[in-house]
């Protein structure tokens, strides 16, 4: 029933060829396709945050983003910025202050905060709950993960580990 | 035993997982070719006939497998939980707009919702009762009205020096768990059925699914490893989805999923019950309350459910930390045409306290005095009087006077009262408010039998050790908790524990993990299971290796018998080669409770959890906009049997709490559809939304009840805490017109609802002067 079309583009890496719905989200593309399941689907609404990949290097909504629409884009999910090593020092914050509690909003919060360190490294807590208010989590209030990105710049800063 | 791990921060046991994406939910398990997706059509009707139902288009539409009908349901139909009420598919007419009609299933989903859409359907329409008042004026109830009483309240509010009544309207709440409900049905041999679901009650979702399929539990395994949030909303609500798709999985003998998307989930499933909540109070001129009249109403919906449990619970906390000489208390569980209103954290609890919450603010701006005066002075007696409960509870170990004292003084209460009170004379347009809430809440499940729990715990002989429990994990870490309860049994490492996923086949009969009780429960369950062994370990110890038995200690991965030491691995490799069981199910019943539903009276809870919270907003009078600018919490978790989680859940809880009262609004159209199923018009508290400045603090103190570890329920309490933002927004509300008159403010108290209750405080004091 519906149309389909052959993207090629590079995920956490590694050169994919796929022949997609024309309707398919990017989430879905990831999660089905390639088995990248990471990535969770909240809301499908663009307002959860639970979907954020990285497209072309900057954040976006796996589920307001169309899997034809990334033809030659790089892509970088959570399973890549884990293998690259990329945020280890923020997940290991998350895991020190209980940032995660059911862990569903976690990969899409930890691929928000990713970006936050690189664009705001000087970033405070205001500019921190801020800049995260894109990504919904119903468990753990905000706070510990407030905490841990902000312990995270503070050891980035300090050119050491948070440990 | 040692403690090494209970009383310790440990990391979630799936923390390393949750942050990289390896955690495994229902939607993310790899399912077999040929598996099919199941597409649950919804009544746009809120109360009709149906008069016909013509699913031949569905049928024939491309990649459908199956369709099926309440006709085609091979067992019973109705998988009410407790009472019946709750058609898996609908019989006949529907009851509430998003009620199940029919299940389809194809190859993908949108091949099934395409079908799903081909449906020729026709109605009768019928009278909706849509709100609490026209229930109660056309008597459409769940039960008979019932009461608690206490004393004689009619006698002595005539004789109060002072009377006062008021209204508050309670909206609800919907769970908004990230994961939406799912299931995924796999057909076996003979007709069996596996399922995992995302469900908090994995037993009782294999008895239905065994009703609906005509079949017995035996036949059935349910399996949950863990949920993305539940909240309550997957204890009866995750039943439905996995019945549906047992019967699709039924009809195809292929395995299917069935996942809601967020506006199907929010509009078929049940919600936080909205109240109303009507008082009329007597008290004395220090603001001591003679007497109270409450009549709590509550929105059930269409079906029973969980409703008069969670009515029974407001009733409880109508008292909240204050003692009642002469109460009536009064419960209404109205019957209306809307989903069935379920489980949320607190059930019920948090709109019984609100009511008296409002009493307390509304007497104190009556009197002038401070509500937090007003608060102390009504607390529960420490000392054997005034501690009675209208239900005949005796509250024995009150430790709110010495709580609140202690927050009054590490939250500067009275300093920053001055401050804003010169703030507000100084401000026009900006207002602030100050309040602190306290709270009592009664750990248990209401209805007596459900407090039980069940544990198998395996030891091989290399020395590692498998863990089972009836709990389901949903983010608050009890897997973790109840490890570090049996690490600490054995004197091992936690790493030499593995959790299990929850399955039917190893422990049956379970409760939801629910009420709080998840780790009273199961902790005290597979500590049994873990005592059990080690009885037999020691009976062992005597008989071969000549040990005292009472004398086998264990700690730090090493058995000590005697003068022996021995690795835990090395002794259990013994223990087997002489042919012991190293296997132990174990079990728990909450003692002391008693309640006797025909009295109302009794001892319904094991023990009281605590907390206060002090928060402080700003409103914006023009605009009716708010914020929380500081909260402090002190919060009474007995002694802690892990410090980072039970913060986790006391940060959560008051977050949620303010969701709920002052963001998220359901709104239902005149005809009964809820307009509010999505999240761009149902706002859930975001990190720019969580106060500023945020202290959290924890009661130092230990539970007076023999439970794991002298620790005490986190789960639900915290979210109560949120009160005090809520009766914060008020005062600054009451600031605009001299803090004289008392606002009418109902919840959630969105910008909307502040800016009119601050016109109407405005005009109220002008037509006085
Ligand atoms: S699933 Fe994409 S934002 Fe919610
Ligand atoms: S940890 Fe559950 S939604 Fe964030």
Not at chain 2, 124 to 137: C, H, M, P, Q, V
Request: glycine share 10%; hydrophobic share 40%.
């Amino acid at each position: 029933m519906d149309e389909t079309t052959v993207i090629s583009c590079t995920v956490n890496g590694e050169a994919v060829e796929e022949i997609v719905p024309a309707r398919l989200n990017l989430v879905d593309f990831l999660r089905e396709k390639l088995d990248l399941t990471g990535s969770h689907v909240g809301c499908e609404h663009g307002v959860c945050g639970a979907c954020t990949v990285r497209l072309d290097g900057v954040i976006v909504r796996g589920c307001l983003t169309l899997a034809a629409q990334v033809n030659g884009a790089t892509i970088e999910t959570i399973e890549g910025v884990t293998a690259t090593g990329e945020v280890a020092d923020l997940q290991e914050a998350f895991l020190a202050r209980n940032a995660a509690q059911c862990g569903f909003c976690t990969p899409g919060m930890v691929m928000s905060a990713a970006e936050l360190l690189t664009v705001n490294p000087d970033a405070g807590r205001a500019e921190i709950r801020d800049f995260l208010s894109g990504n919904y989590c119903r468990c753990t209030g905000y706070q510990a993960i407030i905490d841990a990105v902000e312990t995270t710049l503070a050891g980035r800063k300090n050119g050491g580990s948070t440990t | 035993m040692s403690n090494q791990h209970m009383g310790k921060a440990v990391p979630h046991d799936s923390a390393a997982k949750h942050v990289t994406g390896q955690a495994i939910y229902i939607d993310d398990i790899v399912l077999p070719a040929g598996h099919l997706h199941g597409y649950v059509s919804m009544s746009p009707k809120a109360h009709a006939q149906i008069t016909s139902m013509d699913l031949s288009a569905v049928r024939t539409s491309p990649g459908v497998a199956a369709v099926i009908s309440a006709t085609d349901v091979p067992g019973a139909i109705d998988i009410g939980p407790v009472l019946p009420g709750d058609p898996v598919l609908a019989d006949g007419w529907v009851e509430y707009a998003g009620q199940a009609l029919f299940a389809v299933a194809a190859g993908t989903e949108s091949e099934a919702r395409a079908a799903a859409k081909r449906a020729d359907i026709t109605y009768d329409d019928l009278d909706a009762i849509l709100d609490i008042e026209t229930a109660r004026a056309q008597g459409s109830y769940i039960v008979e009205p019932y009461a608690i009483t206490v004393g004689d309240a009619q006698a002595a509010l005539a004789k109060s020096a002072n009377q006062l009544s008021g209204k508050l309207a309670i909206g609800g709440q919907d769970h908004f768990y990230l994961e939406g409900q799912v299931a995924v049905a796999m057909p076996g041999e003979d007709g069996d059925m596996l399922i995992y679901s995302s469900t908090q009650h994995p037993s009782e979702l294999q008895h239905l699914v065994a009703k609906v399929l005509g079949k017995s539990s035996k036949d059935v395994t349910v399996e949950v490893r863990r949920m993305g949030g539940a909240f309550g909303g997957k204890e009866t609500q995750a039943a439905p989805v996995a019945c549906q798709a047992a019967l699709l999985a039924t009809a195809t003998g292929r395995v299917v999923k069935v996942r809601l998307d967020r506006d199907d989930d929010m509009m078929a499933t049940g919600k936080r019950h909205p109240f109303h909540v009507n008082w009329r109070v007597g008290f004395d001129a220090d603001g001591v309350l003679d007497a109270a009249a409450f009549d709590y109403l509550a929105d059930c919906g269409y079906s029973p459910d969980l409703s008069l449990a969670i009515l029974d619970r407001a009733l409880f906390h109508a008292d909240n930390g204050y003692f009642l000489k002469n109460a009536l208390i009064r419960g209404f569980a109205c019957k209306t045409n809307k989903v069935s209103m379920t489980a949320f954290r607190g059930f019920g609890g948090p709109q019984g306290m609100l009511g008296i919450e409002a009493v307390i603010d509304d007497i104190a701006r009556h009197l002038g005095i401070d509500r937090l005066d007003v608060t102390k002075r009504n607390l529960y007696g420490r000392d054997g009087t005034r501690d009675a409960t209208p239900y005949g509870q005796r509250v024995e170990d009150n430790i709110l006077p010495e709580l609140i004292d202690q927050l009054e003084a590490s939250s500067d209460y009275r300093q920053r009262r001055t401050e804003i009170t010169a703030f507000n004379a100084s401000h026009s347009h900006l207002k602030r408010g100050l309040a602190l809430t306290p709270l009592k809440f009664g750990i248990s499940f209401t209805a007596t039998f459900l407090n039980q729990a069940g544990a198998l715990v395996h030891v091989y002989n290399d020395g590692s050790i498998q863990l089972n429990h009836g709990g389901t994990e949903m983010g608050q870490g009890l897997n973790t908790k109840v490890a570090q309860v049996v690490a600490d049994e054995f004197g091992v490492p936690l790493d030499a524990i593995k959790i299990t996923a929850t399955h039917t086949g190893k422990v049956p009969n379970t409760s939801a993990t629910a009420a709080s009780s998840g780790t009273d429960l199961n902790g005290m369950a597979a500590r049994d299971a873990a005592q059990t062994i080690k009885a037999r370990l020691a009976a062992f110890a005597a008989e071969q290796l000549g040990a005292d038995g009472e004398n086998l200690s264990y700690a730090d991965g090493n058995v000590l018998i005697g003068e022996k030491t021995l690795t835990f691995a090395g002794f259990v490799r013994q223990a087997y080669m002489h042919r012991i069981s190293l296997s132990a199910s174990g079990f728990y019943a909450t003692p002391k409770i008693t309640y006797d539903p025909a009295t109302r009276q009794g001892r319904p809870f094991f023990y009281y959890a605590y907390g206060a919270a002090v928060s402080e907003v700003v409103v914006d009078a023009l605009t009716g906009e708010h914020r929380v600018l500081r909260a402090d919490i002190l919060h009474d978790a007995g002694r802690s049997l892990n410090p980072a989680l039970d913060l986790g859940q006391i940060e959560g809880g008051y977050i949620q709490g303010l969701g709920w009262l002052t963001t998220e609004e359901l709104w239902w159209d005149g005809e009964g559809n809820l307009k509010t199923h999505a999240p761009s018009t149902y706002k859930i508290p975001a990190a720019g939304d969580l106060p500023a400045d945020f202290r959290v603090a924890f009661f130092q103190g230990e539970n007076r009840e023999d439970n794991i570890g002298r620790s005490k329920a986190v789960g639900e309490p915290p979210l109560m805490l949120a009160s005090s933002a809520f009766f914060a927004i008020r005062d600054a509300v009451a600031s605009v017109a001299g803090n004289r008159l008392n606002p009418s403010l109902d919840t959630p108290a969105t910008p909307e609802k502040v800016l009119m209750a601050i016109e109407d405080i405005k005009q109220r004091r002008d037509t006085e002067q």
